[in-house]
């Protein structure tokens, strides 16, 4: 039972560009497999992080344009309102008018009547005044 597993040994040296001495060494050895599939793994989560950036800047576009929209729903219901505002002050202004224009009216008809009662009253004295003189002139011919 022999395993073909093939191991390597790499060093590196990390030298600091400070004024001070912290050089690092470091070794370390790893199984080849071991080391394909962490660049495997390396590789899957860089894409899931493209895809993740991509999904971040669609999200963010779609945010923009949904901040735009609200920002024009919020206009159209502003004008809407101020049109609600001054079509119910014409409204009011209109139903000030009507019942001006009613008030008028019922003087009116109210006069009308009045005239016509007191039309009738002088109608009917004037018939009276007739009928006596049509009696007068009927006994001096009689």
């Known amino acids: 039972m022999s395993s073909a597993v093939s191991k390597t040994t790499k060093s590196y040296t990390y030298r600091s560009t400070g004024g001070g001495n ?4 470091i070794e370390y050895s790893a199984d080849l497999s071991a080391l394909s599939r962490l660049e495997d793994k ?3 989560l860089q894409e899931d992080l ?10 963010e576009r779609e945010k923009s344009d949904l901040s735009v929209q609200v920002i024009q729903l919020s206009e159209r219901l ?6 609600a505002e001054s079509q119910f002050e014409v409204n009011r202004r209109r139903d000030t008018e009507l019942n001006k224009l009613r008030k008028l009216l019922e003087d009116v ?3 009308s009547e009045e005239t016509a009662n007191l039309l009738r009253k002088k109608h009917q004295e004037i018939v009276v005044d007739f009928q006596d003189q049509i ?3 009927s006994k001096a011919k009689g």
């Open 78 to 83: 502003e004008e809407a309102e101020g049109g």
């Open 42 to 44: 390396i590789r899957l």
């Open 50 to 59: 493209e895809s993740e950036r991509e999904f971040r800047q669609r999200i």
């Open 109 to 111: 008809h109210f006069e």
């Open 135 to 137: 009696d007068q002139l």
């Open 22 to 25: 912290a050089d690092v060494s």
